[in-house]
């Protein structure tokens, strides 16, 4: 658990802001698939992938949950920032823990 924040602490200080659209490339990038194979597997234009990359569309609870499902990826993370970019696009200055249920 502590290498994990230390991982996120890291990747913050270096890159800003941990946000679903980089955790989407690393999402891609482990499963070295390009944005046009992810889409076909999401069934989402490669457009759409590239624009959550690029951090100019929100994505729902729903698809970061299949997204992290496809790439083998924990769930709760990428409910997490997907949840915190929509609190910063609101300029909402919290962050969330999420837990199952």
């Not at 569309?57 to 949840?83: E, H, N, Q, R, T």
Request: glycine letters at 6%.
């Amino acid at each position: 658990m502590t290498t994990k924040v230390k991982a996120e602490t890291f990747f913050e200080n270096e890159m800003g802001p941990m946000t679903f659209g980089t955790f989407l490339v690393g999402v891609r990038h482990s499963m070295d698939i390009s944005q046009a194979g992810l889409a076909r597997s999401l069934k989402v234009s490669r457009s759409m992938i590239c624009d959550i990359e690029k951090e100019r569309v929100l994505v729902s609870p729903a698809l970061a949950m299949k997204i992290a499902k496809i790439g083998g990826f924990p769930k709760d993370m990428a409910i997490k920032y997907c949840l915190e970019d929509q609190l910063r696009k609101a300029k909402i200055n919290m962050t969330v823990h999420v837990e199952a249920a």
